[in-house]
């Protein structure tokens, strides 16, 4: 039977996957192949980089107690993808304090986050002393909490405003707090869909320019790839293959992160034509040629589970995907464009999703440095979300589960002595 289902999958294919298990470098054309595989060919795909995953993470499951904080969603770029820019004449447009944003960090903090990631809107009458009062505000009062912030776009409109070299500019931002960066605003790394999608966003190679500059000052970064609307296969394998060559050059990526479009509320879908975001098998060939095409150089592919919800996510951690990303708290700019998986995901709802597809929850910091293993459910510890949101999530959390469970049974008990 197993000799019948192995038959069944394309010569090229296997040749590609046993290739890419052996450690030969996938090309372009061959993650391009890959990334039309269906039927016998995609379940082998899917198989492998799971064999991949686990030889490059073992079974362990991590994530990120973390906040989202956008300071504010007023942006002129006018990307037709976002559902979140405002004009600042908009009712719905908000600029926060760093009285509003140190709230959020207390917050944060209180529940257990060790990290924040602050983004926001192009806001055109902000400078790059914005940028690093915002850092200075919060280390003042949590010295201690990781600051992941200011995409590339955010970092090239700081830098013009600065007139310094950009090296310089993204030191004075480390010196004040900033911890890494986030490497969002990629979408394609292809100037012919980026010119469709947001033509007065920065091109691909300035983002290349400020992504290495970062991590030339030894500020590392995430790196993004947003799918599932205008783009080809063969623009997605220039985009790997770009990313692979960054990290060969640099080693300053922590992880990949494949972004699902999400298309209900934005021009590109509605006024465009785009696709309507990627299909479920879409989603998983995204994360397994990730994971085969980028190994060695990075072997962290991360679930967008805002994107994705739980019950796929689950799917693409048995897809070569090896991160479940970060609770968020809060989240807008995948909801204002029609996402309705939610905006936070507590970390005992992280260790019980990890637990059901028998991995082991690891919760770690931005660098992927180990806080805490959860190899034993019973020493769980208690949940520090406020009582409102645990009330939401219908009792949720070990602790309070195990109680109840106790008290069913003495009742029990007592019933039938």
Not at 47 to 71: K, M, T, W
Not at 122 to 127: L, Q, V
Not at 230 to 257: M, N, P, S, W
Not at 365 to 390: C, G, I
Request: aromatic share 6%.
């Amino acid at each position: 039977m197993l000799d019948q289902l192995t038959a069944a999958v394309s010569t090229d294919v296997r040749d590609l996957l046993e290739g890419a298990l052996s450690g030969k470098e996938l090309t372009k054309e061959g993650a391009e192949r890959l990334l039309g595989a269906r039927g016998s060919d995609f379940h082998a795909l899917i198989a492998a980089a799971d064999l991949a995953r686990q030889r490059d993470n073992g079974d362990d499951v991590s994530y990120v107690v973390c906040r989202n904080i956008n300071f504010t969603n007023v942006c002129y770029v006018g990307c037709s993808f976002c559902g979140f820019a405002r004009h600042r004449d908009e009712d719905e447009a908000f600029d926060r304090s760093h009285e509003e944003i140190l709230l959020k960090c207390k917050d944060a903090v209180d529940r257990g986050a060790t990290e924040v990631c602050i983004q926001g809107g192009i806001h055109p009458a902000k400078t790059h002393d914005t940028y690093r009062d915002i850092l200075h505000a919060i280390k003042a009062v949590y010295p201690d909490l990781h600051i992941h912030a200011y995409s590339p776009e955010e970092m090239d409109f700081g830098h013009k405003k600065s007139g310094m070299e950009l090296s310089d500019y993204l030191s004075w931002l480390v010196e004040a707090g900033l911890g890494t960066m986030p490497g969002t605003a990629a979408e394609i790394l292809d100037d012919e869909i980026r010119d469709k999608l947001s033509p007065n966003k920065l091109k691909t190679e300035r983002w290349v320019e400020i992504i290495k500059a970062a991590h030339g000052v030894g500020l590392r970064s995430t790196s993004t790839l947003m799918y599932g609307h205008i783009e080809e296969k063969r623009h997605v394998a220039a985009h790997l293959d770009l990313i692979r060559e960054i990290q060969k050059e640099t080693g300053g990526f922590t992880e990949f992160v494949p972004l699902g479009f999400i298309h209900e509320r934005n021009l590109l879908y509605n006024l465009m034509g785009s696709r309507p975001g990627p299909s479920m098998d879409e989603d998983l060939r995204m994360v397994a040629v990730s994971r085969l095409f980028l190994r060695p150089h990075i072997t962290n592919i991360q679930v967008s589970w805002v994107k994705m919800g739980h019950k796929l996510g689950q799917m693409a951690l048995c897809a070569g995907a090896n991160d479940f990303g970060g609770t968020l708290m809060e989240e807008s700019i995948s909801r204002e464009s029609g996402s309705d998986h939610g905006e936070n995901t507590p970390p005992e709802e992280f260790r019980r999703l990890i637990r059901e597809i028998g991995r082991t929850p690891v919760e770690r910091t931005t660098l992927y440095k180990t806080v805490q293993r959860f190899d034993d459910p019973a020493l769980d510890p208690p949940s520090k979300e406020p009582e409102h949101l645990q009330k939401q999530l219908d009792l949720s959390g070990p602790t309070r589960w195990r109680a109840k469970v106790e008290k069913a049974r003495a009742e029990v008990r007592a019933a039938t002595a």
